[in-house]
């Protein structure tokens, strides 16, 4: 299975549109037909997902496209008509249990373009697509399009060339893929506490968890989780106990992520320390190694717990409970009044000398406070944004007094020095963070009273 990081921006162009031919080096014309499928509940596509078998020059190439940040990571492996290759089928178990997959639309494309250089560099290819519709043989719609897809370029190349093309005429996009331009899907059942927006991202990113080559995948994913988890406790003066079973097994889900993605942190945050540690280098790598056996460990024990009925049936469930919840929201603000009433509370108990584990509990705090002035529709931004930035100064505490408890743990005669000179800089992030954590507080009490 080959994989590549799409990054691309579309454009409409009107019936008489043509490329500007100084471009660039023509590419060689492509005719190619997709039929892209989905589940019958079209979980895919309303989850910004795309699978689709394409068929061009006599070969059979099955392609799946999964959200990533500044584009989308495609999957490739060859296969027949019948049904996706496994390699890309073992990827979407939880999308499969809202039944197997159908072909959704067909899409005939006719592709010709140029490829942009800067001094002998490619950037970009820019492509013109002439696309039918199809139904059966027959054409039931057309629609034409430009793709600047980077090639070894950036965000700036990408935006330059665009200009270029509305110069010429071309006009912006709502950048929807092609399929969503002839697939209606529509997600837009009641959502009044932020619930289904939630589950609609675990179904986002669970095709990345499984796949593993991007941490983000897990954050987004787990964030999701703890998002649900903090709403459901926000709205129980609402809802009373009505989602308790739903909270307890994202709990246990919770245990299942929750040590795989603090050691994805804390790999990537001692990587570039390690790598300036000079003599004491090759220990500090041994470190690494034991990090990240056990991480590859604690994966494979996620990815098992993300493959058994328990984890289908949390989903389920889930979606059950979302489904019935027609409710209007009630009052939201006094839920964010709630939430930061218990974090000014907690607040008081926490000064420069406060233990850790009170630092700790002041960012619980101000997470659950977020996701709850976050369901107050216009919510104060003033107030959001200070929050957020308590989050992180608290974050960044916590992670360094969690880097030097593993630290302390795995360290051994031959790793000593090595570890320690690494405990030392989190001694030192972590005294940083206690310094800025009088003003971010002080921050939030104020924009929160004037908020709330």
């Excluded at 471009?23 to 014309?29: C, I, R, S, T």
């Excluded at 999964?66 to 999957?75: A, D, I, N």
């Excluded at 001692?270 to 300036?276: R, T």
């Excluded at 979302?322 to 006094?334: F, K, M, Q």
Aim: aromatic residues 4%.
């Amino acid at each position: 299975m080959k994989g590549a990081l799409e990054r691309e921006l579309k454009l409409e162009v009107d019936p008489d549109f043509e490329l500007p031919g100084h471009l660039g080096e023509p590419l060689d014309a492509r005719l190619f037909v997709s039929t892209y499928h989905d589940t019958p509940a079209r979980s895919l596509l309303r989850c910004g997902l795309t699978l689709r078998r394409r068929l061009e020059g006599g070969r059979s190439l099955w392609q799946l496209k999964l959200p990533r940040e500044g584009g989308r990571q495609e999957l490739e492996a060859p296969g027949g008509p019948a049904r996706p290759p496994e390699e890309l089928l073992r990827l979407l178990p939880l999308h499969l249990q809202h039944g197997p997959l159908e072909p959704v639309a067909t899409l005939r494309t006719r592709r010709a373009g140029y490829r942009v250089a800067d001094n002998g560099h490619a950037v970009a290819d820019v492509t013109l697509d002439n696309v039918d519709v199809l139904d059966g043989q027959r054409q039931a719609g057309a629609f034409r399009e430009v793709e600047v897809e980077l090639v070894d370029g950036d965000e700036a190349d990408l935006q330059r060339v665009g200009r270029a093309l509305r110069r010429a005429g071309a006009h912006a996009s709502d950048g929807r893929s092609k399929v969503l331009r002839v697939v209606d899907v529509h997600d837009d059942a009641p959502d009044p506490f932020n619930l289904r927006a939630q589950l609609r991202e675990i179904e986002r990113f669970d095709p990345g968890v499984r796949l593993g080559d991007d941490p983000e995948d897990l954050h987004r994913f787990r964030v999701a989780t703890r998002r649900t988890r903090a709403i459901v406790r926000a709205t129980q003066p609402l809802l009373g106990d009505r989602l308790d079973e739903l909270s307890s097994e994202l709990k246990w889900l919770a245990g299942v992520l929750g040590p795989v993605r603090d050691l994805d942190v804390l790999l990537d945050h001692l990587a570039p320390l390690v790598a300036k540690l000079d003599d004491d280098r090759p220990a500090g790598e041994e470190l690494l190694a034991i990090l990240a056996a056990e991480r590859a460990r604690l994966r494979d024990a996620m990815v098992e717990a993300m493959s058994s009925p328990r984890y289908f049936e949390l989903l389920a469930l889930f979606e059950r409970e979302v489904d019935a919840l027609y409710e209007p929201a009630g009052d939201t603000v006094e839920l964010a009044a709630a939430a930061f009433g218990r974090l000014r509370r907690h607040s008081r108990r926490v000064d420069s000398d406060s233990p850790d584990e009170q630092v700790h509990d002041l960012r619980k705090q101000a997470k659950k406070a977020r996701y709850a002035v976050e369901l107050v529709p216009g919510g104060d931004e003033r107030y959001l944004a200070a929050l957020k930035n308590l989050q992180d100064v608290v974050g960044e505490h916590q992670d360094a007094v969690v880097a030097e408890e593993r630290l302390r743990k795995i360290a051994r005669a031959r790793t000593a020095i090595a570890a320690g000179r690494l405990i030392e800089r989190e001694r030192r992030r972590r005294a940083q963070a206690r310094k800025q954590l009088e003003a971010a507080l002080g921050d939030v009490l104020d924009r929160g009273k004037k908020a709330l």
